[in-house]
């Protein structure tokens, strides 16, 4: 199965501890993960779309495995703050003309070198931060800190990246002492509407001791250096390889089996294991969220926020998993149907901070059901009093089981039996936000396109031979031919940008959201690096390689890549500020385009599109809602540019309190302004056959996986914020326009190829 996801950004934050350095790394994997390399550069050298060799040169001066080489640094020190522009000399001299052969030879002693020296600097780092943790800052200085370093200098010495750590080291240092000020004012206001339990339990900190800014700024240190110390070669042979896949185009991957686990997971939206979502903290793995259904919220004991202190298989003896990395963590709970895993806990509400629960957990086979189709029946009342019906279907992927077991997953069927509901109560228009979507399966693409059209071609897709073929829709039925919208923002991208530029080629549907969508052009295969290695080297546990073999084409001949699907309507958003999308990331490869295809269009929106503009646009700049967006993109705009952070704590202090009562002012306005008159009923997977819907709140964020921060945001205002979404509710707005022009003069399909 083809499918298209944007690779992740891999953002390492202030990454250095306190500790001693790690053991000569065990080498017995060294062999397995040389050969697993040579093969992995074979497959990206014959089937990548580029057909770049690792010696090729691929700009001036520069050969595709130098590029390799400049991404395995990034990787490791992305924000520059380790290596100096001395060793990357050295490294470009040592390493840069050799490594090509050195990988085809299964060597990867240059990248274990490499990892070797950045865990020197980390090391001698860590040792000076130490000192400068022992000083007393006063924080009345007018100095600043440079917030993302990814785009600046190497240090040229070490005595430069000396500065850049002492600035850097007191801006995270003021952080924790705000972070913990918060803390203290919350905590105090628990405890004053609390009785005497739980003004212990606030008072307790959950069993955990308390500790100064400086103890927590050196802890978080502590831990990560601790992480990178974990790290075997096979680990770092894994970095290096993805390195080098994505040196080729941003999309290729090398995934190691852990790796591919978790994607076969994230596609096929199920798991077998006790069904909770874990976080790192402090330490230990924290439940962030019990799913529902789930094996962990059936049997009732595991509860959120309480803290893993070691995992038991079966009858099995207790691990410590205390500091331990949380995907080993993760690799411990999980196991096969039906085993029993036993948990050891620090309950979140205990006042012993010696208190130990042992939890025994079932496995099974869980559903990712936040991450699955969903929909809404919205009732919308105009000013004029007159109610529309509009259906809206939430697609978060294109998700597909992938053919690996498992119960069978497919977007099309699910938003099918969403879309016969969404019919079944008379909806007289349909929105599908795909907002944030970062794509998936390209067959589902397709096939899910064709709900919405007769037939014709739906993509094209050029190959590294220059062959162009087409898909099609393969089924001819339409299942909605009424008005249709499709939402979308910077961060839809590949198998959303599919869907939405060929509705929008064909006519049949208007596409509203940011200035453009991501810009993702680029078709990946996964393949198992085992099939292809020597007989005599074969691994069940090699990996994949996901791989770029094509680039797609919208039927009209454009690609989307770089640029992505041009919103018909453009609606105020963050993310059209934001440094995102296709452009932002390293090697992208080539706008450029293929001849259209021959296609009859279906519906002719450009006629409405004019009156619909107009109107929303009226309706924007008389929203106090969107002139929030505006102003906030405005400040991040400048806090983008200046890429600063003060270092002086009342001036820290004043701007929190500025931004605190910004957003207080926010609220108090809500509550006096009158609020769009919506009510919704809820459809689910669950529901979708049930007699009766159940009404929803639209004021209540999606019920996605809740993103914790390590730290409270000092800004919030003392009473919870609102969930408010003008982009949804002006949707909205243009659909129930869309609708009332339909019904006065209905829009004729217009027949013909396309221009």
Do not use: C
């Amino acid at each position: 199965m083809k499918f298209f996801a944007p690779a992740r950004l891999l953002l390492l934050f202030t990454l250095l501890a306190a500790g001693p350095l790690a053991a000569a790394p065990d080498t017995k994997n060294e062999g397995k993960m040389g050969e697993i390399a040579s093969t992995v550069a074979r497959m990206l050298e014959s089937a990548h779309y580029s057909r770049q060799r690792l010696n090729d040169e691929v700009e001036p001066g520069v050969t595709q495995a130098q590029k390799a080489l400049d991404r395995y640094l990034e990787l490791l020190d992305y924000n520059r703050l380790f290596f100096t522009r001395q060793d990357i000399d050295e490294f470009n001299k040592s390493y840069g003309d050799r490594l090509q052969n050195d990988i085809m030879l299964s060597d990867l002693s240059a990248a274990y070198k490499i990892y070797d020296r950045f865990m020197e600097r980390v090391w001698t780092r860590v040792g000076k931060v130490k000192t400068l943790l022992e000083k007393d800052f006063t924080f009345e200085s007018d100095r600043t800190a440079e917030i993302n370093r990814d785009e600046s200098p190497w240090p040229a010495n070490e005595a430069e990246a000396d500065k850049i750590w002492e600035a850097r080291i007191e801006a995270e240092l003021l952080q924790a002492i705000v972070a913990e000020r918060t803390l203290e004012e919350e905590a105090k206001k628990k405890k004053d509407g609390a009785d005497t339990d739980e003004a212990a339990s606030v008072d307790n900190n959950g069993g955990l001791p308390k500790r100064t800014p400086k103890e927590t700024v050196l802890r978080r240190y502590e831990r990560l250096l601790k992480s990178f110390q974990e790290e075997t070669r096979e680990d770092q042979a894994s970095t290096f390889l993805s390195a080098l896949a994505q040196s080729y185009d941003p999309h290729s991957e090398y995934m190691s089996q852990r790796s591919l686990d978790n994607f076969n997971i994230q596609m096929g939206l199920s798991l077998v294991g006790i069904g909770a979502e874990l976080r790192s903290e402090d330490g230990f793995a924290k439940i962030q969220r019990l799913v529902p259904g789930g094996p962990a919220e059936r049997a009732g004991e595991l509860k959120v926020n309480d803290r893993i202190v070691a995992v038991a298989q079966g009858d099995g003896e207790f691990e410590d998993v205390v500091d331990m990395k949380l995907d080993k963590v993760v690799e411990r709970i999980r196991g096969k149907k039906g085993s029993t895993v036993r948990l050891q806990v620090l309950p979140a509400s205990s006042l012993d901070p010696s208190k130990r629960d042992v939890i025994t957990i079932v496995r099974d086979e869980v559903k990712l059901k936040d991450e699955e189709a969903k929909a809404q029946v919205i009732d919308a009342t105009g000013e004029d009093g007159e109610t529309s019906r509009i259906g809206l279907i939430t697609l978060p992927s294109f998700y597909a089981n992938m053919g690996r077991g498992g119960s069978p997953k497919s977007t099309t069927r699910d938003v099918t039996a969403l879309l016969n509901r969404l019919k079944r109560e008379g909806i007289e228009g349909l929105i599908i936000d795909l907002r944030s979507d970062s794509g998936g399966s390209l067959e589902e693409a397709v096939r899910l396109t064709g709900l919405f059209i007769p037939k014709g071609p739906i993509v094209q897709a050029k190959d590294t031979n220059g062959s162009i073929n087409e898909m099609k829709d393969p089924d001819p039925g339409v299942l909605w031919d009424g008005p249709l919208i499709v939402l979308m923002n910077r961060l839809s991208a590949s198998a959303s940008e599919i869907f939405a530029a060929a509705l929008q080629d064909y006519g049949r549907a208007i596409v509203v959201g940011d200035e453009k969508s991501f810009g993702k052009g680029t078709v990946q295969t996964l393949l198992e690096v085992d099939r292809f290695m020597p007989l005599f080297a074969q691994s069940r546990d090699a990996g994949a390689v996901k791989l770029t073999i094509q680039k797609f084409y919208r039927v009209k001949g454009g690609s989307t890549q770089l640029r992505g699907v041009a919103s018909d309507i453009i609606l105020p958003s963050l993310t059209d500020q934001a440094d995102v999308g296709e452009g932002a990331l390293k090697n992208p490869l080539a706008y450029d385009e293929v001849p259209a295809r021959a296609f009859r269009a279906t519906g002719d929106v450009d006629g409405l599109l004019p009156r619909l503009r107009a109107a929303s646009e009226a309706r924007v700049a008389d929203n106090p809602e969107f002139a929030y967006v505006v102003e906030d993109r405005e400040r991040l705009a400048r806090r983008l540019e200046e890429n600063t952070v003060t270092l002086n704590k009342a001036e820290r202090l004043a701007e929190i309190e500025e931004d605190k009562a910004r957003r207080e002012k926010r609220l108090a306005a809500r509550k006096e302004r009158e609020q769009p008159r919506f009510a919704a009923l809820e459809v689910t997977l669950d529901t979708v056959k049930e007699p009766k819907l159940q009404p929803v709140a639209l004021d209540k964020p999606p019920k996605r996986a809740l993103e914790s921060a390590d730290e409270p945001d000092p800004s919030a205002p003392d009473e919870e914020e609102p969930f408010v979404d003008p982009v949804r509710d002006e949707a909205v707005f243009i659909m129930q326009d869309y609708i009332r022009i339909e019904d006065k003069a209905p829009v004729t399909a217009r027949a013909g190829a396309a221009e």
